[in-house]
């Protein structure tokens, strides 16, 4: 536990705290809004869209990997 010994230690502190607290306001009002884009249809199509785009490019190179095994 803190001792103050004046005032001004009293308000000096207050301060501070009102000054984290509407930081930590802030932070929660900024890591909502990220999932809100994080989660909007946009995103999730796109997140969509790349990860079958990267399946397709990876089936298809392991079947060329398959047909050039074939071949020899």
Do not use: N
């Not at 000096?12 to 884009?37: F, P, T």
């Amino acid at each position: 536990m803190k001792i103050y010994r004046t005032f001004e230690e009293i308000d000096h502190d207050l301060k501070v705290l009102k000054l984290q607290k509407e930081i930590d306001k802030e932070q929660v009002k900024l890591g909502i809004s990220r999932i809100k884009e994080d989660f909007s249809p946009f995103q999730l199509a796109g997140s969509m869209v790349g990860s079958i785009t990267k399946k397709i490019i990876m089936l298809k190179g392991i079947a060329d990997i398959f047909r050039m095994r074939k071949r020899r």
